[in-house]
């Protein structure tokens, strides 16, 4: 705890690291309000622009965005009925008739209150788990790193919209994806093509530009001549004493909600936010003015979306585990900058690991501030027209891209995932599983290498080892669970009726 | 039912195609591979459950047919061969005139109407991120006619 406050007090000392997440705050808003640019694509789009920062500051950027972007997404959610990223669709809900009753101050004050509490809580809990599951971790060998992750890609199924088996598809795609290049013990090369520049592999961020960014660009194009209801305000209102006693406990389920939905693995923000404000219904007294205007909706949506961003942080710095799309291009961060994720990183680099909690803590002070102060503003401009903006993004992806590894090459691999990642999408696949399956893939096929020449040869016996049986018991109830469930249930059901009848 | 399933057939003829593509490649000897497995192995089993995977989606769609995509607009037609055009203006040309380019016409083709302001993003926005790279991130960018007079 004492490194934790340390870290914090280095944070707020260092006036170039402030300045930075400052910046940075007001760059993760801007892009959390402009519909179709959330932080996955904007975290994907800044990654290049960090190249030359001290690790720390690289990724307390990146983190800064996270946090500021899925909390910006709530004020054109509110305003305008377009939720600014996925995880504000919940905030749709109960945002925007309250805003259309003439109360949109009132809702986003309720709003940037709820993120700003979620988000800390989760900060204050990543401080204190992440150090303990890293001691745990640092027991795994190969078969339970291999175990791990399979139940993180097994955890794929629910990572985003499109059914289980899409997203298994896609994982499995990118798992593949992540052959391509040299073998690690052998040096064949595989699916090179005769490319050398693939011998290390595709690299990770051309490919997260060209899924998120570029096939975003394809995705909104189609939008390109829409039209948007902007609701207008006078300025953001905190909420009254008896708002506070209305959201209170709302407030706080749902920022252990969010914390916890956060840390599994593959699970992100959005899903946090619609299981916080499913909660947030189902426990409120006032359950008929739901969809009608509530600030518990509202509230029981923002904690939990705000909470999920220091939750997802856990298993990408203990285990090395992406707990959603931007966490995946945060680990490619760390991995850029030479911090190796996972648990030695608590041994390694202690200190980096708290400062960037550290930049987390100070991120959501920073948007508590913009938000009660800038919201209408920042407002404003979720109007750019998608004429001006989207070309910006396509300028920014593809010299961003370039500026890795100065290769061509990167340039025409985002141009080809944007086409995929377009594609995927139109056909009802999210393209987050594929971003995953290429992270995790390099680890999953690494340990299960290990892991044979551990147990020569005999695959088998990494049934033996417990730890790792019960994540490939979690994993196996993760994919197969909902099914059982149902099918039991059925089960169940028509015994009834057959007593019925 | 063929046009039901054209994700299943897409998918289905990857894999084959990866499988097959997998197979090709050398074997290593056993001293090196040792008790682990040979470079091919692990590709082929992914393929493979894609193709299990792929199988469930067929009997998903069979069973429970999804909508069928909108038609892609014109729009959407015209960002992609822009971005075949960018392609072609980098290797002719220059990167940072293929950006200009493919923003301005982006923009037209997005809907803007006001020329002077779709010029000026186009240009500018390249510019200033060249600024930036060039000399903050100290990039050196590929050569052509721009950067051949630039770096000289």
Known sequence: ?501 | MIKQQIVPIVLTIVSVVIIYLALQLDLSPPMIVGDSMQPRAFPIFLMALNLLLTAILAYQIFKTPPKKPEPMNRVTWLSMVLMVLFYGLTVSTDMFIAIAVVMFLLSLAWGERRLLIAAANAVLTPFLIFLLFDNVLRIRFPRGILMNWYYG
Request: aromatic share 10%; net charge neutral; with cysteine.
């Open chain 1, 1 to 501: 705890m004492y490194e934790a406050l340390s870290a914090l007090g280095s944070v707020v000392l260092d006036p170039y690291l402030l300045f930075l997440i400052f910046a940075t705050t007001i760059i993760g808003i801007v892009i959390g309000v402009l519909p179709g640019l959330g932080a996955t694509t904007g975290a994907a789009l800044l990654l290049p622009f960090t190249l030359t920062m001290d690790p720390v500051h690289a990724i307390a950027v990146l983190a800064t965005i996270y946090v500021s972007a899925t909390f910006a997404g709530s004020i054109t959610a509110i305003l305008i009925n377009t939720p600014g990223t996925s995880a504000a669709a919940a905030t749709t809900f109960d945002g925007f008739p309250l805003a259309q009753r003439g109360e949109a101050g009132r809702a986003l004050g309720i709003a940037v209150i709820a993120s700003t509490f979620g988000g800390i809580v989760s900060v204050i809990v990543l401080c204190f788990a992440a150090p303990l599951l890293a001691r745990v971790a640092y027991e795994f060998r190969p078969p339970e790193y291999f175990a791990l992750t399979i139940f993180g890609l097994s955890m794929l199924a629910s990572i985003s919209s499109g059914g289980a088996v899409k997203n298994l598809i896609g994982g499995v795609f990118g798992v593949w994806l992540s052959t391509i290049g040299a073998e690690r013990v052998t040096a064949i090369e595989r699916f090179m093509f005769g490319n050398y520049e693939l011998y290390e592999g595709l690299s990770f961020v051309p490919v997260m530009i060209g899924l998120f960014a570029m096939s975003e660009l394809l995705v909104q194009s189609k939008m390109a001549n829409q039209a948007v209801e902007y609701i207008k305000m006078k300025a953001v209102q905190l909420p009254s004493r008896e708002d506070y006693k209305k959201i209170w406990k709302t407030v706080l389920r749902s920022s252990g909600i969010g914390t916890f939905i956060g840390i599994l693995p593959a699970e992100g923000a959005t899903v946090a936010s619609m299981i916080g404000y499913s909660e947030a219904k189902r426990w409120s007294k006032n359950k008929e003015e739901f969809g009608k205007g509530s600030i518990e909706g509202i509230a029981g949506a923002e904690s939990a979306n705000n909470a999920a961003t220091g939750g997802a942080m856990v298993p990408t710095m203990v285990l090395g585990i992406p707990g959603s799309g931007t966490t995946a291009i945060i680990l490619v961060g760390l991995m850029v900058h030479g911090l190796r994720p996972g648990p030695y990183l608590f041994n390694e680099q202690v200190t980096a690991v708290y400062q960037i909690f550290g930049s987390m803590f100070v991120a959501n002070v920073m948007f508590l501030l913009m938000g009660l102060y800038a919201a209408k503003i920042f407002a404003r401009i979720s109007l750019v027209p998608a004429a001006i903006l989207w070309p910006i993004v396509f300028a920014l992806s593809v010299i961003g891209a370039y500026a890795l590894n100065s290769s061509m090459l990167d340039i025409w691999i985002v141009l080809i995932f944007g086409v995929i990642g377009f594609l995927a999408r139109r056909f009802g696949f999210a393209v987050a599983p594929i971003a995953v399956g290429l992270i995790l893939g390099k680890m999953v096929e690494v340990n299960l290498q290990n892991s044979l020449k551990i147990f020569n040869g005999e695959w088998w016996q990494i049934f033996t080892q417990p730890l790792a049986v019960l994540f490939l018991v979690l994993a196996f109830l993760g994919l197969c669970g909902p099914q059982l469930f149902r099918l039991a249930t059925r089960g169940s059901f028509e015994a009834k009726d057959g007593k019925s009848d």
